[in-house]
């Protein structure tokens, strides 16, 4: 079984329902695969990337899956300054052995949250990661995305498991490389 840890905010812990009805644990459901959640809600970028560097990690560890920039719109951040952090992390996973993928920033329907992601997500889509796309379990349409979500940030039970769902054999792809 390989065994992934994804590090992030509250959208890999699975707030507010707990790392139970996370869209990780849903995709990891009849798999080959363990998605150990390190998500902690409310965590910028660099916050992300700190625990990252001094959680110790499972031995047969594969991967790494990143996903962060929502905290850091909030809190009027440089993206550029974000995607750096990214960028170490990926740097980390690279040092140990481990694959790495980046879970693409979420659209909410916020018109000032979004346009901070959107930007966010073209700088992350210049560099040569591996992406997971969970934006097929949310929706693209505003009805879609005002149904999507609880606060117009964090999705419902139902979206967390249609990422889940989504993310599942996008993972598995992403296991089979290299």
Request: include cysteine; hydrophobic fraction near 45%; charge should be negative.
């Amino acid at each position: 079984m390989d065994i992934v840890a994804c590090f992030g905010d509250s959208l890999v812990e699975g707030f507010p329902f707990g790392k139970d009805c996370s869209w990780c644990a849903v995709a990891e459901t009849g798999t080959n695969f363990q998605l150990l959640n390190y998500g902690v809600c409310g965590e910028c970028c660099d916050d992300i990337l700190f625990r990252l560097q001094h959680t110790p990690l499972p031995k047969g560890l594969k991967g790494i899956i990143f996903l962060g920039g929502a905290n850091d719109a909030l809190m009027g951040r440089d993206p550029k300054n974000s995607l750096m952090m990214v960028k170490m992390a990926n740097n980390f996973a690279k040092e140990h052995g481990l694959q790495f993928a980046v879970v693409l920033p979420l659209v909410s329907g916020d018109l000032q949250l979004d346009s901070w992601l959107v930007n966010f997500t073209k700088l992350l889509q210049q560099e040569k990661f591996n992406f997971i796309d969970l934006q097929q379990g949310i929706g693209y349409a505003d009805e879609e995305l005002a149904e999507a979500y609880l606060d117009g940030v964090h999705p419902t039970a139902a979206t967390y498991k249609a990422m889940g769902m989504v993310a599942r054999p996008q993972i598995e792809r992403w296991l089979c490389q290299k």
